[in-house]
Every structure is written in C-alpha cells, then in structure tokens.
C-alpha cells in the first residue's frame, strides 16, 4: 500500500531528483505498476521518458533500413542488460564497502 502523504508530482528531473535524493540506492523502482523501467532521452536533451516499454517502434526508423533488424535489436537489448547488471553490481559493492 502506497502512502497518501507521500505522494508527489513532479515535472522536471531536478524535482525528481529532490523527492528521491533521501532513499537508499537499492530502492525499487516501478514504472506503470511494473517493476523496472527504461530511460529514453530525446535527441535535444530536452526531455527524459520513464516508460516501462522499452519503445523500439520509435528507434527503428533511426537505426533500422527496414525496421525489423532482429539481430541490431538483440544485440542492443543485450548491451542494455549487461550495462544494467554492471550498474547493480557496482551499487551492491558501493553499499558493502562504503554504506553498510
């Protein structure tokens, strides 16, 4: 169950960065109920997307001659995942060695 009081909006990722600044790094994040999210930055810098779908429909346009390259978007989500376990993994030794 959620906690009504600490409910926010927020629009701008320095407010974001302000309502989660207190929390342990190990916290989990959800985007529209599901648990892990992708990140996607617009090509001017000037908006970040939450989304829990990872959105390739958008990219494939960019990055694919006829949309459909399974081999590029394999090896894309594979990169995506090994970077994301490297960043767990240096959290995890991050809080053993220096937080906890």
């Known amino acids: ?3 009504l009081n600490k409910r926010s909006y ?3 990722l320095g407010e ?3 309502l989660l600044a207190h929390l ?5 994040v959800c985007t529209g109920g599901v648990l892990g999210s992708y990140l996607h930055f617009e090509q001017d810098g000037n908006l970040v997307s939450f989304d829990d779908e990872d959105l390739t429909e958008d990219y494939s346009e960019q990055f694919s001659e006829d949309g459909g390259d ?3 978007w394999e090896g894309q989500d594979a ?3 090994h970077e994301h376990n490297d960043r767990l993994d ?3 030794y ?3 060695h220096i937080g906890g």
Do not use: E, G, Q, V
Request: hydrophobic residues 45%.
């Open 1 to 3: 169950m959620y906690d």
């Open 10 to 12: 927020f629009t701008t």
């Open 16 to 18: 974001l960065r302000m």
């Open 24 to 28: 342990p790094a190990d916290t989990k």
């Open 70 to 72: 399974d081999d590029f």
């Open 79 to 81: 990169l995506m995942l």
């Open 90 to 92: 240096y959290l995890a």
């Open 94 to 96: 991050m809080n053993s």
